[in-house]
């Protein structure tokens, strides 16, 4: 195993938090999780690869969609604990309810305000 | 309680993992957690009061160090499992190594090279 991977302190789950910003606008796009093969594979094809909790397995982001994030950057924290990635988004959408990015509640007057347009009917993204 | 915070789905420790990012710079900070009580107190008083796990104990960013985090937004993702929040970073640093953010550490040729500077000595902070 590279080391570089053994430096990362991995959670009782094997996982890490990673952050997806994006390299133009700066914007925050997601939020996910990487395991050591994840990351790998993320390091080695230069496409974002995450590992769904819900479904328990390797998940390529925009393996159904299309919409890849190409990986500028792989960065670490000073606790070793979290990661953040800039990229390259494909398709301009983050989000699979086909917004830019997926943090687009915005809490105001105590609710929850959806702030970001969505840019393609999703049924028209996941075909 | 808050039905705001009846919207978010709080992980089995009561927790979600919440991304800070520069208002002016959109420079991702750091990221921290938070339980219901730590962000109804950021609601409240406009700083950023996190959840240690580490300590097990609500602290608000700044408290010893006097870098305090003013909340300029709250905002929830799609799964309703994280928060992204932009904040005013006062005295500059987010980082307790005296650095900028705690994202200083950048993979290069499988080696994590630090790619920020320290801008002030820790125990110049932390006295």
Redesign the interface.
């Known amino acids: 195993m590279?080391?570089?991977l053994d430096?990362i302190k991995w959670n009782n789950e094997g996982l890490v938090?990673v952050?997806v910003?994006e390299l133009d606008?700066?914007?925050?796009l997601?939020?996910a999780w990487m395991n050591r093969e994840s990351l790998q594979q993320t390091?080695n094809s230069g496409k974002a690869v995450f590992w769904s909790r819900s479904r328990q397995s390797l998940w390529t982001k925009g393996e159904s969609s299309g919409h890849f994030q190409l990986v500028e950057?792989?960065?670490?924290?000073?606790?070793f604990d979290?990661l953040?990635i800039t990229v390259k988004q494909e398709g301009g959408m983050a989000?699979?309810?086909g917004?830019h990015h997926?943090?687009?509640?915005?809490?105001s007057d105590?609710?929850?305000q959806t702030?970001e347009p969505v840019l393609k009917d999703p049924h028209d993204i996941y075909k």
């Open positions: 590279a080391s570089w430096k938090p952050i910003q606008t700066g914007q925050v997601m939020h390091r950057s792989i960065k670490l924290d000073c606790d979290t953040l989000c699979h309810t917004r997926c943090f687009f509640m915005t809490l105590d609710e929850w702030t």
